[in-house]
T-cell receptor, first 110, second 113 residues
């Protein structure tokens, strides 16, 4: 069965302390991997799509990378406004099935 | 710039009651989706509409029905609400198909007593 696992469940950082969030997946065939940001009480907001191993995308302090088994969301010198839950989702070739991970709740303290 | 609008934002129902969650998008997107989000779990797809006039079941369709009223609107109906359907419901849309980024509304928080 297709599975998507995000780790850690929660991460607390000091402002400026860089780190990475992980999204590992076991799927029958990867069509694409998506990263979203979700603020409390809001819907997810699209960040990146990655389609093939080795691909990287960047936006401000965020950089997403993809391997054949996992994706990382690297956060460089985070600020308090980066605090949110980060979701990854995997789209597979199996019935175009989209599976979301449970998310990593990131808190950045000033 | 509204994007995806969901109504209502909050609702409390009694077991056995019915209700319809409304969703409308103003981005001229072809595809629309309904998800539920429960604590500790990822978003799970309830129903999907690839284009106006078509709907398909997702991962957790039991207990729900949908209507793609037109290109803009996609509603989700609970015919006989159960406590297990207490959740936050999100509607989303994308230009064409699931390989496109999805744009989400801010959710409907539904409690069933």
């Amino acid at each position: 069965e297709d599975q998507v696992t995000q780790s850690p469940e929660a991460l607390r950082l000091q402002e400026g302390e860089s780190s990475s969030l992980n999204c590992s997946y076991t799927v029958s065939g990867l069509r694409g991997l998506f990263w979203y940001r979700q603020d409390p009480g809001k819907g997810p907001e699209f960040l990146f799509t990655l389609y093939s191993a080795g691909e990287e995308k960047e936006k401000e302090r965020l950089k997403a990378t993809l391997t054949k088994k996992e994706s990382f969301l690297h956060i460089t010198a985070p600020k308090p406004e980066d605090s949110a839950t980060y979701l990854c989702a995997v789209l597979t070739y199996n019935n175009n099935d989209m599976r979301f991970g449970a998310g990593t709740r990131l808190t950045v303290k000033p | 710039n509204a994007g995806v609008t969901q109504t209502p934002k909050f609702q409390v129902l009694k077991t056995g009651q019915s209700m319809t969650l409304q969703c409308a998008q103003d981005m001229n997107h072809n595809s629309m989706y309904w998800y539920r989000q429960d604590p500790g779990m990822g978003l799970r797809l309830i129903y999907y509409s690839a284009s106006e006039g078509t709907t398909d079941k997702g991962e957790v369709p039991n207990g729900y029905n949908v209507s793609r009223l037109n290109k803009r609107e996609f509603s989700l109906r609970l015919e006989s609400a159960a406590p297990s359907q207490t959740s936050v419901y999100f509607c989303a849309s994308s230009e064409t198909g699931r390989n496109q980024p999805q744009h989400f509304g801010d959710g409907t928080r539904l409690s069933i007593l």
